[in-house]
DNA sequence: TCATCGTAGATCCTATAGGATATTTCCGGC
DNA sequence: GCCGGAAATATCCTATAGGATCTACGATGA
C-alpha cells in the first residue's frame, strides 16, 4: 500500500509513537473532504472500486468510511447499487433547513451570551473581526476562505453555549449547508461581516435577547441572499 | 453463511424479488438493537471477531454497522482497540440532553399544533390514548412496552412538526435516551400517559401555546423523575 | 512484594478473491 | 427507429487470509 495519490489533499504522516488514526480514519477524512469541498457534486455516483484504485487501498477502508458518511447524512447508498452524494436541497429541504437553524443557533447565541466565559467571548469577536481577502482577487480561494470563516464563526458561538449536543446538530446542518452553498453564489460578504460583529458584540456584552434577536436577523438575511437561487 | 444465530432476534427472510436489504443492513439493525435493547450495556466491549463468529458472518459486514453506529452516536471506536457501547450519560450529559430535547421537541410539538393535518392530530391523540398493561404482570415486558409506547408518541408529535431534519434530530437524542432509561427506574407511568394526552389535546385543538407549554412541563418533569438515578 | 520486561495469544485492520447483482451493450424482431 | 431480451461487463458485497497492534500473563530483578 504505497503513499495516497496526488491530488488528495491528506498526506500520509510518517508512524509516530502516538499516532492513534488509522487508514480507515484517513479514508473517512479524504471523502468527506472530497465531499465538502465540492470535488463529488451532489448526485454524483460513487465507485467504491475505482476509488480503491485511485486512492491505491483496498475497498474494505473505503466502505467503512462511505458507511460513516451515509449515518452524517453527506452520501445515500442504495443498497447493491452503491453510494451517491447526496443531492442539492430541494426548496422545501432548504426551508426546513433554515427553520432548523434559526431553531439551534438563536438557541445557542443566547446561551452563549449568558453563559460563555471572557475568553470564549473575546475570541468570538476576534473571529467576528477577521476579514478575508477581495473576492476580485482569487474568486475560488475568496470563496473557500469566506466559507471557512463562516463556519469557525458559527462555531465557536455554538461551542459557548455550552451543550454539546448543540454544538454537534450545528455541525451536522453546516456539513449540509457546506453542500449546498458551493453552488448558489453568496452575495454581499461585507454584510454578513457586519452581522457576524453584531452577534459577537451583544455576546461580548451579555446580551442574551440582543444576542439571539441579532443572530435571528442575520440567519434571516442570510436566507433572503440564497433564495434568488431557487429561481 | 448459515442462518444467523439463536437468540439474535433478526430472522433472515428468504431473498425475494423486491428485497432490497443487504447481510450488512441486517447486521447494522441487529446490532442496534442489542445496543438499544440494552443485551450489550454501557461500556461493554465490542469484540468484532467474536460477533462475526457468534452471527456467523464474516467481520467486513460487521465493521460497517459498527461505522454507522459509530456515527450515529451509540458506540465509540478507539482506533487499533476496537469499539465499546457508549457509556450512560454523566449528569452534565444528562442535563445538556434534557435542555436540547426542550428545545427540539417544545418547538416540534408547537410546530405541530400548527401545522398538523387531521389525520395526524389523530393519530396523535390515538397514541396518547393507548396503556400499557400493568406493571406488576410482566416487569421486563411491560418496560419495554411503556417505552416502545413512548418513542412512538413522540415520533408521531415529531413528524407531524412537518420538518424532517428536526425529526431526525429528535429521533438522534432518543437513541442516547433508549441508552440511558433501562438503568434508571421510569417511574409513574400513570402521570406519563395523562402528560402524553394533555399534550395531544392541545395539539388536536391547532392551540400551539398550550401544546408547548403542555410539553414543557411534561419534559420538565420526565426530567426530575430522572434525576434521583444520580444520588 | 512490586515494578518492569518479554512473550504469546487475541484482536484489529486491510488486502485480496470470488460470487451475486446491477448496468450497459448488443442483437433481433417488429 | 424503437423496444425487449440476452449476454457481457462492471460493480457491489462478503468471506478469507495475513500482517500489525494491543492486551494479558508470567518471569525476573530490585
Not at 76 to 90: E, N
Not at 116 to 145: C, L, M, Y
Request: with cysteine.
Amino acid at each position: 500500500m504505497g503513499p495516497l495519490p496526488e491530488g488528495i489533499p491528506m498526506p500520509r504522516p510518517e508512524p509516530i509513537s502516538f499516532r492513534r488514526s488509522t487508514l480507515g480514519g484517513d479514508v473517512y477524512e479524504a471523502l468527506k473532504s472530497l465531499v465538502l469541498e465540492h470535488r463529488l457534486s451532489p448526485g454524483d455516483r460513487i465507485n467504491i472500486d475505482a476509488l480503491a484504485r485511485e486512492f491505491a487501498v483496498s475497498p474494505t477502508p473505503i466502505r467503512e468510511a462511505l458507511a460513516r458518511l451515509e449515518s452524517d447524512g453527506l452520501v445515500r447508498k442504495r443498497p447493491l447499487a452503491g453510494y451517491t452524494v447526496s443531492p442539492l436541497l430541494t426548496r422545501a429541504e432548504f426551508d426546513a433547513m433554515f427553520e432548523m437553524r434559526l431553531l439551534l443557533e438563536c438557541a445557542s447565541t443566547r446561551w452563549a451570551a449568558e453563559r460563555a466565559d471572557a475568553a470564549r467571548r473575546e475570541a468570538i469577536s476576534a473571529e467576528a473581526a477577521t476579514t478575508v481577502a477581495s473576492e476580485e482577487d482569487d474568486p475560488d480561494g475568496w470563496h473557500a476562505a469566506f466559507t471557512a470563516l463562516d463556519a469557525r464563526f458559527h462555531d465557536l458561538v455554538a461551542e459557548a453555549s455550552g451543550n454539546d449536543l448543540l454544538r454537534d446538530g450545528i455541525d451536522r446542518l453546516h456539513a449540509h449547508l457546506h453542500l449546498h452553498r458551493r453552488y448558489f453564489p453568496y452575495a454581499q460578504a461585507g454584510a454578513t461581516l457586519e452581522e457576524h460583529r453584531r452577534i459577537a458584540a451583544a455576546i461580548q456584552a451579555a446580551d442574551p435577547d440582543g444576542a439571539e434577536s441579532a443572530m435571528r436577523e442575520h440567519l434571516t438575511r442570510a436566507r433572503e441572499r440564497h433564495l434568488p437561487a431557487f429561481d
